[in-house]
């Protein structure tokens, strides 16, 4: 009933399922209806919205499989999937494949990968890295993986290991095998310098070469298998290899179907065949072969065969077989090849024959060192043998034919083996074999149209392995279920020991098949025969063909195979011609030949080799000693040797823990990333991934432990439910859940599920949270539309209201409107009758007004008759007046004209030549005083022209009074005449007369005018003419100047913006440069260590190799020691006890190898010192770039630098002479002490000293004031300077042009208009300039008033600043001083530039104020000495007197109190002196004991750095070279002694860092280079080394600092690394966020929080606690800074690396809880005051990486926003987080394949590498900055805890 319940719980309408299809296997439909008990069939839709009716079958009445939910799709691992059956295996294969590109799928314990026939990059030496040390199952599944759990298993539990890869032809097994080996080679390394793990990799191409070939599935396809066991040692690291191989197809070498090639060494010949050491071979192209042509595809697109050739002669030099044996071996197989050209012609029916001089079988005896004659005759004859006789039998020509290739296959797998036998010896060592890995590589469950013997081989392994594989499945879930006390039953799986007892058993078909090679007439028909009646009605396995006799058909665990009889006797024969053999054995001049044959009889397996050595024995099959080797009848035929071999191989996987690794071939048509569905199932059924499968589904396949499933499925329990234990709570809630007991099983640690339970879990999962959505969603959108509704109803109110008030603004409107008409026509009909009445009246106006008119114009006419009359006498006299007068002034212009036009052109002349002369604007920009003196003289000139142009006025006006005078008179007279002209009327006819000949003087007098006033004119348009061309020179000149200043300008601007870009780039530059440089100086130092970390562990593996010592560790191959290359003799050499052991196994060590080490330490010294010099270099430049940057900086500072200086020699000056006068006064007191009146304590020595200390501090005061007078005086003289070069720049070229300007148009002006207006201009000019100079005075004295106020301010301040304390007096001076000159400066720069000449006056001014305040201070300096001087006088008078009064008594009783003076102690000069003996005590007690735990904890930090320095600088003071010498050397060796020792230890690691850091700064400190003594104080500079230059041991010491910083981030990241995950990755920093999924087999580490779990808050505790370490050891600041960007780059980097190979992390949740621990981080930072340090940008990849889980990823905005958002990720990093992603929850949605197209569209323009993942083992160059130590070395005291007594102060 229950289970009634669930069908129909599950198959309801919506429910998604899996439906048989022809196409595509299986296909995806949903159910549109829901199904009920009873129902015949249901009721489909497919996804491309077709409705079908799928009938159940009515016997089982099964319904199809259920589709996992979205959420299980794309898992990792397919056992971790709900419903396990065929169609969800092969669609989650899909998902991941073509969605994800992912190609590795973990199914169980098998490892499912899937050809992507594309180079993909996730297999570097980064990506080996990132699986190194990992859990299986915590990372994506990988090859790489399996490989690192089959190496942790060999170390944790003893055991050999097995990884098995397996798949069928093209589906990757080699190229699996080669990633396995790469691993092994990578993460273990070897032991000695043979370099084991380079070898086994560099047999992969030969036996490619040798034993691969085209065919019509794969372009490098195996034609054999093989095992290779991989060998280590106790230490697990590499230390030799063996190779088994199996089955060679043999028969490749003579035939090829279409479109296959023969083996690839053949074709690598012939493309090689021009060099000239292959002219000997005689070969031409492979077209020419027929064993090279038969397939018609002799190229391989994109594979180069000639330079496949040099790749394999160079595996062949790697693995010691020499050039002579190379070429012997292609001798050989130019031998075959030609071999397969000799034609065999028809003699007759029997007999064949050979034509004379054949030049192929000429070309093959030459090769091979045999007769012609005896190889043509046995190729076409053939040896009988009986009892009595030997016969010698022709051989027909198709025999012929077979028996040469059959002699062509023996030959290659003579070689074959051969070659094999060779590799085993390259890699087998003498060391002994502690454990080893195997990886097999075999050929695949194989069914062909036509399958042979071949196939029949192959599918008899698979049939095996596939047995061994379902038992120790089988096995492991026994383990599991007995482990968590699990009831257990009996799971029914396949067995196929009945197929395999077909095959091997007793009268099997093996049997069968042997016992027919012996018959002497047996035949493939009578084997045929035997088997139908041997199996045919015995055994269901076995079938016979409908329509054939001569084949068979076996059912494998794969499918039905079909095997065809023709040739199996032959093959498993494989016989071939004595006689061929001993022609070619007896081959005299090819040695190679001969041993190819000479052990033929030796071999124990199919191809020849012998069991190895060095711990192989075990599993070897011994010889049988009953066996007779020269009788040919009891030779093994094939099929027996490969079962044999088989079996042996059976026997040794059994002996080992097996690794599966399952490949699978995608498509037939080798499409990238093609997935074909019908092909994946096929193979899927043969390799058993489905049969694991099937046995997981039977049992509980779906597990989770209790705190998971908690987690998971919290949201079904009620809060009554929990409870507090866990166990009890899921065990409660599962019984409500689901009622079915059997559904569910409780182990001790996990709840197990039957197959579908998940689902079903999950399903009512996503149903009560799709219960709550709704509910959140009802409730905020019934909050929606009531916030809608409620908007639209005031929306209508308001709509209504506007629309009410419209209506009757609408209607007062219309009355207005119609209240207006009626107005309107009111004024329109008024208007109308006004116009008429106006018209009417203006008719009658107009009448009378023309009428008036008429009468007017009658009168007025008359009367001007009358004035015209008067007017023209009136005309006529003023003309005849005015002609002389004219004529006068005309006369007079003209000559004045003409003189000016000579002088206007003679200086028109000369300012066109200054105009173009250089020299001219050079004098116009002289100085500013000398224009000043120019202009005052030329204001002195102008006026005292001023004063002649007065003189001349005042003459011109007299005698134009004298004038007026004298024309008043002829006036008068004229008035007279005219008077007398009236009284004589009678005289009108002489009157009339003269008025005629008037008229004619008129006419002349005009045309003289008119030719005057054209004469002026023309000279007025040439004047102006010439006024318009100066004037367009003058803009020319000065449009020019102006581009020449203009372009000056720019240019300099320019160049100053080009030179401080070039700056900056050669900056940048040699800062990278340098940062290279570094880099590579410290990984050469690494590179270093490491060689001398090899060459310990040879002289360990030396000494150890007579002791064998229990157990075994794994360590890191890349463990480096901390020996320097700079090593010194020294007798004290003696400190290490192991020197003397190490020297006798030194001894015994190969001379060779120690040659080697000694060359490469050379090499690398050499190379070493080349690179320092090239740092030293780049440092030079670098300094010298920043040099010439700080030039103008100081030139910048050059006022505040005078300042210094100025103070620096006042102090000087002045406290020598106060020192001087103090030491005189301490000498009067002392001398006069024994007195009681000058005695310390008295009153007047108390009031003396008062006034001395006050007169002291006013003395300081005066001193700072002058100071401070004196620098303002020199900034002032500078801006003055400046300012005065300024305009000399700027002003002279503007005051000449306007002087020039004005000049010239003022003379043209009195040329044009005449005298007077010329003198009233000047009078103009000077008014003008006496109210400019009128107004300039006023100013002045304006200033001059504000001048005299600022001083008497000055004053005031400076007495108020008396006033002050001493400490407040400089502060409050400076204050006011720069505050009133920065606004004095903001004052000039915003006035125009005419105030100039103001600004100068003034700051002159100023200055001599200055001056005069400097003077009064010094005049105040002077009088304080003076009364120094008086109070010094009386001090000594004082005591005169009291000695004088005191009695000898009280001198004895009064004890004499000296002053008390505080001194430095003058013997103690900072060194310590030692005995030569005392040295090793000195090392060993403050390097090799002190613990920083313990007595360093205490100590000032750095104190072992001062105690030997102060050791060291006494050594320099005695000029003892030796302790010198000896004391650094013993300081460095202990130190690397020390770090050795104990190098895992943080605190020793960071002590001594901080301590060899001091050393360092000690040694610049107090070497005497002026880059470091600028900082010591003169004490200090007291103590600097005086005899030796110590700059080649700072350099020593500095690669000792680089050393251990590095061995420090070591550290850290050996204490960080398994933090990092576990906190920043899997741990819920915030609870809740993120829900568990379902897991599958392999173990997955959990996110909730268990004992031991590392959280985010751990490695917060961790970076406090190196910080809190390094900051008590002193170490440097920017040493802690430079540490912190390491640490947060490792974290970054594992992170983000963790990330991009985890599927399982890449969500949105995952997002949030990311960003949410790097700001944890970056809290910290914040907290440490490491915000600058760059650490926070080295997170910023992770960052992003971060955001991009949690942005949106759907439309092409969302892509644009990734691309500009994810610019410290790479394309390949992005592209794999968005192929990673995976929703958690089926409300998320995945990231789609488009989209994930258009991301790579966009960023395919980037230039990156294409690297996936970040170097973990990258290190920053340090370096170490100059920090000088202001620690005085007279005053460090050694405390007694360090048992340094034997140290003397001196």
């Not at 491309?48 to 319904?63: A, M, Q, R």
């Not at 099959?621 to 040797?641: A, F």
Request: some cysteine.
């Amino acid at each position: 009933m229950n289970m009634n319940r669930e069908l129909e719980y599950m198959f309801v309408q919506c429910a998604r399922v899996w439906i048989p299809d022809a196409e595509e296997v299986w296909k995806s439909a949903e159910l549109t209806k829901d199904f009920k008990n009873g129902d015949a069939s249901l009721q489909l839709m497919l996804e491309d919205g077709t409705s079908i009716e799928h009938k159940l079958d009515p016997k089982t009445k099964n319904l199809p499989y259920l589709r996992n939910p979205d959420i299980l799709v794309g898992e990792n691992d397919l056992t971790a999937l709900s419903y396990l059956h065929e169609p969800a295996v092969l669609h989650n294969l899909k998902v991941r494949f073509i969605d994800s590109k992912l190609i590795y799928t973990y199914c169980g314990i098998v490892l499912v990968a899937i050809n992507p026939y594309e180079t993909l990059g996730i297999y570097g030496t980064d990506i080996i890295n990132a699986y190194s040390g990992q859990n299986m199952g915590d990372m994506d599944p990988h090859i790489f993986a399996v490989a690192e759990e089959a190496y942790k298993q060999m170390a944790r539990d003893e055991r050999n290991q097995s990884i098995i890869v397996s798949g069928e032809s093209g589906a990757g097994k080699t190229v699996s095998a080669k990633y396995a080996m790469r691993y092994f080679a990578t993460v273990s390394g070897s032991t000695s310098e043979a370099n084991v793990e380079q070898k086994v990799l560099a047999s992969n191409p030969i036996m490619e070469a040798i034993g691969n070939a085209k065919t019509t599935r794969n372009d490098n396809s195996s034609r054999f298998g093989k095992y290779i066991e991989i060998g280590f040692d106790t230490r697990y690291r590499i230390i030799g290899a063996n190779m088994r191989t199996y089955l060679l197809e043999k028969s490749r070498v003579v035939f090829q179907a279409d479109e296959e090639r023969n083996y690839h060494i053949f074709y690598q010949l012939c493309a090689s065949s021009h060099l000239p050491e292959f002219k000997t071979l005689k070969l031409s192209s492979a077209n020419d072969f027929l064993y090279t042509r038969q397939g018609r595809s002799p190229v391989i697109q994109g594979v180069d065969d000639t330079k496949e050739l040099s790749t394999t002669r160079n595996a062949f030099t790697l693995l010691g077989i020499n050039e002579s044996y190379q070429m012997g071996l292609f001798q050989v197989l130019a031998a075959i090849l030609h071999l397969g050209n000799v034609e065999i012609k028809d003699r007759d029916s029997d007999s064949s024959l050979i034509p004379p001089n054949n030049r192929h079988l000429t070309a093959f005896c030459e090769l091979v060192g045999v007769t012609y004659q005896d190889m043509s005759q046995w190729l076409c004859h053939r040896k009988l043998k009986t009892a009595t006789e030997t016969y010698v039998k022709t051989l027909p020509r198709l025999q012929a034919t077979n028996a040469r290739d059959a002699l062509a296959k023996h030959i290659y797998a003579k070689l074959f083996n051969w070659i094999v036998e060779h590799v085993n010896k390259a890699l087998i060592t003498n060391i002994k074999q502690h454990s080893f890995i195997g990886v097999l590589d075999i050929y695949g469950f194989e069914t062909f149209e036509i399958n042979s013997f071949e196939q029949f081989c192959i599918n008899y392994a698979n049939e095996k392995l596939q047995q061994q594989f379902n038992m120790h499945v089988f096995k492991l879930e026994q383990e599991e279920y007995m482990k968590e006390q699990i009831p257990w039953t009996l799971i029914d799986f396949y067995d196929n020991q009945p197929c395999i007892n077909l095959i091997e058993a007793k009268m099997g078909i093996l049997d069968l098949l042997d016992e027919e090679c012996k018959m002497p007439k047996g035949s493939d028909d009578s084997w045929a025969q035997k088997l139908y009646n041997t199996h045919l009605k015995t055994c269901s396995l076995f079938e016979k063909p409908r329509m054939s006799n001569r084949a068979f058909i076996i059912q494998h665990f794969a499918d039905k195979v079909e095997y065809q009889c023709e040739g199996f006797l032959e093959k498993n024969k494989d016989t071939v011609n004595e006689d061929q053999i001993n022609v070619l054995k007896a081959s005299k001049k090819f040695d190679l030949l001969v041993e190819l044959f000479q052990d033929e009889e030796k071999a124990t397996s199919p191809t020849g080799q012998v069991p190895g050595t060095g711990g192989r024995t075990r599993l070897s099959i011994k010889p049988d000693k009953g066996r007779d080797k020269s009788s040919k009848e009891h030779k093994k035929t094939v099929g027996c040797q490969f079962r044999n071999s088989l079996q042996m191989l059976m026997d040794t996987l059994n002996a080992t823990t097996p690794h599966y690794v399952r490949c699978i071939k995608p498509n037939d048509f080798k499409l990238a990333f093609s997935f074909d569905p019908k092909r994946a199932v096929q193979q899927l059924r043969a390799c058993g991934v489905l049969e694991t499968i099937r046995i997981s589904a039977a049992g509980f396949p779906s597990r989770w432990t209790y705190q998971e499933f908690f987690s998971r499925y919290r949201v079904l329990m009620k809060q009554k439910d929990v409870l507090s234990d866990k166990k009890l709570t899921c065990r409660n809630v599962l019984e409500k859940l689901v009622e079915d007991q059997d559904k569910y099983q409780f182990g001790k640690t996990k709840i197990f599920f039957r197959a579908g339970q998940v689902a079903y879990l999950e399903k009512l999962r996503a149903d009560k949270l799709r219960v709550a959505c709704i509910r959140i969603q009802k409730t905020i959108r019934c909050w929606l539309a009531r916030k809608k509704y409620l908007r639209k109803r005031s929306a209508a109110i308001t709509i209504q209201r506007f629309t009410r008030g419209y209506q009757a603004r609408c209607l007062a409107k219309f009355m207005r409107r119609t209240q207006a008409a009626t107005i309107i026509q009111k004024y329109q009909r008024m208007y109308v009758e006004r116009k008429r009445y106006r018209q009417k009246q203006a008719a009658a106006l107009v009448m009378q007004t023309i009428l008036r008119a008429y009468m007017a114009r009658q009168k007025y006419q008359g009367l001007v008759r009358e004035h015209n009359a008067v007017i023209i006498q009136k005309r006529v006299r003023g003309w005849l007046a005015r002609c002389w007068y004219k004529r006068c002034l005309v006369s007079l212009v003209y000559l004045q004209c003409c003189f000016r036009r000579m002088k206007a052109r003679r200086e028109l002349k000369k300012l066109k030549i200054e105009a173009r002369s250089v020299e001219h604007f050079k004098k116009l920009n002289k100085g500013m005083e000398n224009k000043i003196m120019q202009l005052q003289r030329r204001i002195d000139e102008q006026s005292k022209d001023n004063r002649s142009i007065n003189e001349k006025l005042v003459s011109l006006e007299t005698s134009s009074t004298a004038e007026r005078e004298r024309m008043r008179g002829e006036l008068s007279r004229l008035r007279g005449v005219e008077e007398d002209a009236k009284n004589k009327g009678n005289q009108v006819t002489s009157l009339l007369e003269q008025l005629e000949k008037l008229r004619k003087e008129l006419s002349s007098t005009q045309k003289e005018k008119k030719t005057i006033e054209d004469w002026a004119q023309t000279y007025r348009d040439e004047m102006e003419k010439m006024v318009s061309e100066l004037k367009d020179q003058n803009c020319s000149l000065k449009k020019e100047k102006d581009d020449l200043n203009r372009l000056i300008q720019e240019q300099s601007q320019q160049m100053t913006e080009k030179m401080a870009r070039a700056i900056v780039e050669k900056t940048q530059q040699l800062e990278t440069d340098l940062n290279e440089e570094r880099s590579r100086y410290q990984n050469l130092l690494t590179e270093h260590l490491r060689l001398e970390e090899k060459y310990d562990d040879l002289k360990e593996t030396m000494v150890s190799s007579n002791v064998s010592k229990p157990g075994h560790r794994r360590t890191d191959s890349t463990h480096s020691s901390n020996e320097s290359e700079y090593t010194y003799n020294s007798e004290y050499a003696e400190l290490e006890e192991g020197s003397r052991a190490a020297e006798d196994v030194t001894r015994g060590m190969d001379t060779s190898l120690t040659l080697k080490l000694q060359k490469r330490l050379t090499e690398l010294e050499q190379e070493k010192q080349s690179l320092r010099n090239e740092l030293e270099n780049r440092e030079d430049q670098f300094q010298r770039a920043r040099a010439r940057d700080d030039v103008e900086f100081k030139k910048a500072r050059g006022a505040e630098l005078e300042y210094e200086s100025l103070k620096r020699q006042e102090l000087e000056s002045e406290n020598k002479k106060l020192k001087h006068d103090l030491v005189e006064i301490r000498r009067s007191l002392l001398g006069n002490a024994a007195t009681g009146a000058g005695a310390p304590g008295s009153p007047a020595y108390k009031v003396v000293l008062e006034q001395l200390n006050a007169s002291c501090e006013e003395l300081e005061v005066r001193k700072e004031e002058v100071l401070i007078l004196r620098s303002q005086l020199v900034s002032q003289k500078e801006a003055m300077h400046h300012k005065d070069e300024k305009e000399t720049m700027t002003e002279p070229s503007a005051y000449v042009e306007d002087v020039s300007k004005l000049k010239d148009a003022g003379e043209l002006k009195q040329a044009y208009i005449g005298l007077k207006d010329t003198n009233r201009l000047l009078e103009h000019q000077l008014q003008t300039q006496r109210r400019g100079y009128d107004s300039e005075v006023e100013s002045l004295r304006g200033e001059l008033q504000n001048v005299k106020e600022e001083n008497n301010r000055q004053q005031q301040l400076l007495a108020q600043n008396l006033q002050l304390p001493p400490e407040a007096r400089i502060e409050a001076s400076l204050q006011h001083e720069i505050t009133r000159l920065t606004n004095e400066n903001l004052e000039l720069l915003a006035e125009d530039p005419t105030a100039s000449r103001e600004a100068r006056v003034t700051i002159l001014r100023r200055m001599v104020d200055l001056m005069e305040q400097l003077e009064k201070q010094d005049r105040t300096i002077r009088k304080l000495k003076k009364q120094l001087k008086v109070y010094s006088k009386r001090i000594g008078e004082m005591g005169a007197q009291t000695e004088g009064q005191t009695s000898p008594g009280q001198m004895v009783d009064e004890p004499i109190h000296p002053v008390n003076i505080p001194r430095r102690e003058k013997d103690f000069q900072g060194m310590l002196e030692y005995k030569k003996e005392d040295e090793l005590k000195l090392v060993k007690n403050l390097i090799l004991e002190l613990k920083p735990r313990g007595v360093a904890v205490n100590l000032i930090p750095g104190l072992p750095a001062y105690i030997l320095f102060m050791c060291l600088r006494h050594a320099d003071y005695v000029n003892d070279d030796q302790k010198v010498r000896t004391l650094l050397t013993s300081t460095i060796n202990s130190i690397k002694k020390i770090l050795k020792k104990r190098g895992d230890d943080f605190e020793t690691v960071s002590f001594w860092l901080s301590n060899t850091c001091r050393f360092l700064h000690c040694l610049k400190q107090y070497s005497g280079d002026e880059a470091f003594i600028k900082h010591n104080t003169q004490r200090q500079n007291e103590h600097i080394l005086s005899n030796f230059d110590l700059a080649e041991y700072r350099q020593v010491i500095s690669d000792l600092a680089i050393q251990i910083y590095q061995q420090l981030i070591k550290c850290m990241e050996n204490i960080l690394q398994p933090m990092i995950v576990s906190g920043m990755l899997e741990h819920e920093t915030i609870q809740g966020v993120s829900g568990v999924k379902p897991t599958g087999l392999r173990k997955r580490t959990s996110s909730i929080v268990d004992e031991g779990t590392y959280t985010l808050d751990s490695i917060l505790r961790q970076l406090s606690a190196f910080h809190s370490t390094m900051c008590q050891h002193g170490t440097d600041p920017e040493l802690i800074k430079q540490v912190v960007k390491q640490q947060f780059y490792i974290i970054g980097a594992v992170t983000l690396n963790n990330l991009l190979l985890r599927k399982d992390m890449c969500s949105w949740s995952k997002g949030m809880q990311i960003r949410y621990n790097v700001s944890q981080l970056e809290e910290w930072l914040r907290d440490k005051g490491l915000m600058t340090c760059g650490a926070k940008e080295t997170l910023e990849p992770l960052i992003q990486a971060a955001q991009l889980l949690q942005v949106k990823k759907k439309t092409d905005e969302d892509a644009e926003a990734i691309c500009s958002m994810c610019l410290a990720l790479t394309t390949a990093q992005i592209v794999k987080v968005l192929n990673l992603y995976t929703p958690v929850n089926e409300f998320e949605e995945r990231v789609s394949v488009a989209f994930i197209r258009t991301i790579q569209t966009r960023l395919r323009d980037r230039c990156e590498s294409p690297q996936l993942l970040m170097d973990t083992k990258m290190i920053y160059p340090v370096t170490f900055p100059f920090n000088p130590s202001s620690l005085a070395l007279e005053t460090i005291q050694i405390p007694s805890s360090l048992n340094l007594s034997f140290l003397t102060r001196v």
